[in-house]
């Protein structure tokens, strides 16, 4: 479906992601993201974004709508603010989300979704971890218990990525109307996503307790490496700049977090503590960054 035509939708939600070339393993595992989220669109309206080879066959084999029109840098980076722009004239939907292409939903994003709208919130971001885990073959999303075979496996052998990994953002449709150009899929913009959200007195609240979210590892060859990518590639320098700085904790850490009860709970928002509980994780990325 072409972005530019349609009615606006009106689920409880609009995902909307801007998928990399799907060639190779990240295809794959984009391919598996998307089939995830398709498991809920009774709940959830799915936007792509961009043009990358693939990217329009995999939204036409999934009835997806899709903007193949985002404007882009002076190195041919996607822009954010095109993307988001586009995403919230497009949607009827009260809430937005903005998710990576690689990570995996399950049941427990509908649940969550549902916790939110029963906080009642006028705005909020949500944000949370990520589960890290290898996968090397396409989900079999077709078989019975899929969900529960992958958490299993999750479980024994995903680890919990540091606070500084964000790879979803949600958010009321009115929020972020107005955002810099940040280039996608590089450094800070995620930070400032966070901080301009609490710099209003906003709740942040992290959901990681209620909601999956599985990022299935891949390289970093389409951005240089990771390193180049995240902190001294002159897209994330630029990144950095149109953000008014790196924001590392101002924009990693939650006002509030929501258990799975249901009732939002103020978090203990001294970064100095926040970052000694998450120093393990915090040191393996440290770690992933300079390897690459």
């Known amino acids: 479906m072409n972005g530019q035509s349609g009615n606006k939708m009106a689920s409880a939600a609009t995902l909307f992601a801007a998928p990399k070339a799907f060639e190779g393993h990240i295809g794959m595992i984009q391919r598996n993201a998307i089939t ?3 498991q809920h669109r009774d709940q959830v309206d799915i936007f792509l974004f961009g043009n990358d080879p693939g ?3 995999i939204a036409e084999e999934f009835s997806i709508r899709h903007f193949p029109h985002v404007e882009r840098n ?3 980076t996607p822009r954010l603010d095109s993307i988001f722009s586009q995403a919230i004239e497009a949607s009827g939907s009260p809430i937005m989300m903005y998710v ?3 990570i995996v939903f399950n049941s427990s994003l509908p649940f969550t979704l549902q916790k939110i709208d029963d906080l009642q919130l006028d705005t909020f971001l949500l944000i949370g971890q990520r589960t890290n885990f290898d996968q090397l073959e396409p989900i079999p999303f077709s078989e019975v218990g899929w969900e529960e075979k992958l958490m299993a496996r999750v479980a024994r052998e995903g680890k919990l990525a540091s606070i500084l990994c964000k790879d979803y953002f949600v958010f009321p449709r009115e929020a972020y109307r107005e955002i810099p150009a940040f280039a996608i899929g590089r450094g800070n913009w995620d930070n400032w996503m966070v901080a301009e959200m609490a710099k209003n007195n906003s709740p942040v609240i992290d959901v990681t307790e209620c909601l999956f979210a599985g990022h299935q590892n891949h390289d970093y060859t389409h951005a240089g490496g990771r390193m180049r990518a995240y902190v001294s590639g002159s897209e994330a320098r630029r990144n950095k700049a ?3 700085g790196s924001n590392y904790v101002s924009g ?3 006002t509030h977090r929501l258990p799975r009860s249901g009732e939002l709970v103020r978090a203990n928002r001294l970064p100095l503590l926040s970052f000694l509980r998450d120093f393990p994780r915090l040191a393996r990325l440290v ?3 300079f390897r690459q």
């Open 74 to 76: 002076d190195e041919g």
């Open 55 to 57: 990217v329009a066959e």
């Open 242 to 244: 149109l953000a008014g």
């Open 100 to 102: 990576n292409s690689d």
């Open 287 to 289: 770690y992933s960054l």
């Open 36 to 38: 995830s989220w398709c």
């Open 252 to 254: 990693s850490v939650a």
